[in-house]
Nanobody, 125 residues
Framework: QVQLVESGGGLVQTGASLRLSCATS????????MGWFRQAPGKEREFVAA?????????AYADSVKGRFTISRDNAKNAVNLQMNSLKPEDTAVYYC?????????????????WGQGTQVTVSS
């Protein structure tokens, strides 16, 4: 069983930056792909970014966040970070960290085996 714990959410203004972090209890994170999803009120949970722990040079991003968000790994902390720049009100959502026992990133939430509890990000206009 892999546990995921997110941190770093908060309330910011339009144009600001936030960094989310997801710490994993996995003993061998190199076998995992890590992803970030978000869910706004009244909407379905949607893909944001994903990264294969072993092949971190090929991350995947949703079109809505390309060029603004960056996913990266922190080997020393067994964590995956999501750097969010130029935040917009439409980025407001609960952000979830997810992990799957596979090498290849996936944009489908159904492909992920483990989920964190979520962290709230609110961007005011």
């Amino acid at each position: 069983q892999v546990q995921l714990v997110e941190s770093g959410g908060g309330l910011v203004q339009t144009g600001a930056s936030l960094r989310l972090s997801c710490a994993t209890s996995a003993r061998a994170p190199s076998t995992l792909t890590m992803g970030w999803f978000r869910q706004a009120p009244g909407k379905e949970r949607e893909f944001v970014a994903a990264l294969s722990w072993s092949w971190s040079e090929n991350p995947a991003y949703a079109d809505s966040v390309k060029g603004r968000f960056t996913i990266s790994r922190d080997n020393a902390k067994n964590a995956v970070n999501l750097q969010m720049n130029s935040l917009k009100p439409e980025d407001t959502a609960v952000y979830y960290c997810a992990a799957r026992n596979a090498w290849r990133p996936s944009i489908s939430r159904d492909d992920y085996d483990y989920w964190g509890q979520g962290t709230q990000v609110t961007v005011s206009s």
